[in-house]
């Protein structure tokens, strides 16, 4: 990332981007009555609406992204709740993840491959990691980034965390719950 990324970010917050997404991604619904209970880690979590979901599950969350006015968004959406989430501002071309052990860590929608080795030495004996992210895709009407370089190749994510046991994956069309569809790959994985 780059001052001029945290710049569109913070501009795209700051123009009401992504206000109606308060829901968790479906993804974690599904899975979190599998899911260890503890300390959760959601990175590139926008205004946090996978933070708070987690906050409100009983988990002791920190919430990490580049946009300072999207981690507001969250940290107003918490206070109006009466959620404790720790908010954290970060550049991952300057700065890594917590150096704290998860029961849980959370990626929807993003992409950095140097994290992925931090993402994975995060995770406790037992812990699991819950990423979704697009992928590439050649059909018309798809949503998300247009650019294959935030889009994983075919199979890719498995690759990723092939170290993991994996104990699902899926890749691809979704109907999201506002309605766009999307081109994603989604994995659940346990560090043993």
Not at 1 to 28: C, F, I, N
Not at 126 to 131: D, E, K, R, S, T
Not at 149 to 169: A, H, I, M, W
Request: glycine share 8%; net charge negative; with cysteine.
């Amino acid at each position: 990332m780059s001052d001029a990324d945290r710049q569109r970010w913070d501009s795209r917050y700051a123009a009401g981007e992504y206000s109606g997404r308060t829901h968790p991604t479906v993804l974690l619904e599904q899975w979190q009555a599998e899911l260890p209970r503890g300390r959760a880690l959601d990175v590139a979590c926008g205004a946090g609406r996978n933070a708070l979901y987690l906050a409100s599950l009983g988990y002791s969350v920190d919430a990490v992204d580049i946009s300072n006015v999207a981690l507001e968004r969250g940290a107003a959406s918490a206070a109006e709740q009466g959620m404790q989430v720790n908010w954290i501002n970060a550049d991952f071309d300057h700065d890594t993840l917590p150096e704290k052990a998860y029961e849980l860590v959370v990626v929807s929608r993003f992409l950095d491959h140097r994290l992925i080795p931090q993402i994975q030495d995060r995770l406790q004996a037992g812990g699991h990691v819950v990423y979704e992210q697009h992928v590439r895709t050649t059909l018309p009407d798809i949503g998300g980034p247009r650019s294959n370089r935030f889009r994983l190749r075919p199979q890719e994510l498995l690759s990723l965390f092939r170290d993991l046991t994996v104990r699902y994956y899926y890749e691809g069309l979704i109907a999201d719950p506002d309605g766009n569809r999307m081109a994603l790959a989604q994995l659940v994985a346990r560090h043993d």
